[in-house]
């Protein structure tokens, strides 16, 4: 692949992976500062930015955002390991940025949005990889399958994040991306549960990726 076309697809992951999680993580600690959000409005920011990100990056860099995703499509053999490595490396890196940006902003609050168990962690570990083996199915479902109406991806998927962090956010956080996840826990300093986040996710996501296989061959 050429230099010039992978550096705008890093470029499109590096803007779109920090703005959903700019925008997610945001929204919770302007609600845990103001109260005005609530968890319904935070569960729409993730399923809207979700919906609008991969409108406007998913023709450039096919808006994954998402480490969890990038080993899906490279289980399922839609990139090559060339291109999954600086993906994934581009979304922490972004993660990071954005985390640190609204430390800069406000403070460490609400831990920046930090996923964390509301209870034990092996319900979370469960409820995350259903969470991304699901989200991963309607992504491969709908924006990667021969006879998807690719065009309504962006909706489908937005749906499905907006979805999840309705009824799982209180519970596990809904993170279904490790770079969600790593970003708040690194600079906030709060890692003790964020392994949770980064295989439970993973391993929904390959799961999903073998399922499909075994559904589409």
């Known amino acids: 692949m050429k230099k010039g076309m992978i550096k705008k697809k890093l470029i499109a992951e590096f803007i779109g992976t920090y703005f959903l999680i700019f925008a997610v ?8 500062l103001t109260e005005s959000i609530t968890h319904v409005g935070i569960a729409l920011t993730s399923g809207l930015v979700v919906m609008a990100l991969i409108y406007t990056f ?7 955002f998402n480490p969890a995703v990038t080993i899906g499509f490279f289980v399922n053999g839609d990139i090559h ?8 490396l581009t979304q922490v890196v972004a993660g990071i940025a954005a985390s640190a ?14 996923t964390l168990p509301r209870f034990s962690w092996e319900q979370s570990f469960v409820l995350e990889f259903i969470l991304t ?5 309607v992504i491969f479902g709908s924006a990667i399958h021969g006879k998807a109406v690719k065009s309504f991806a962006g909706v489908a998927i937005g749906a499905t994040v907006g979805l999840e962090a ?5 519970i596990s956080g809904a993170s279904m991306n490790p770079a969600r996840s790593i970003g708040p826990a690194i600079v906030s300093g709060n ?16 799961a999903a990726a073998l399922v499909y296989k075994t559904l589409h061959e």
């Open 191 to 206: 890692m003790e549960y964020l392994w949770i986040y980064i295989v439970a996710t993973i391993l929904g996501a390959i």
């Open 25 to 32: 993580t945001g929204a919770i600690v302007i609600n845990a």
């Open 133 to 137: 083996f699901i989200l991963m199915m």
């Open 81 to 88: 390991k060339k291109e999954a490595v600086p993906y994934i």
């Open 166 to 170: 309705m009824f799982a956010g209180p």
């Open 101 to 114: 940006t609204l430390l800069m902003l406000f403070g460490n609050v609400a831990y920046l949005g930090a």
């Open 58 to 64: 998913g023709h450039i860099s096919g808006a994954h």
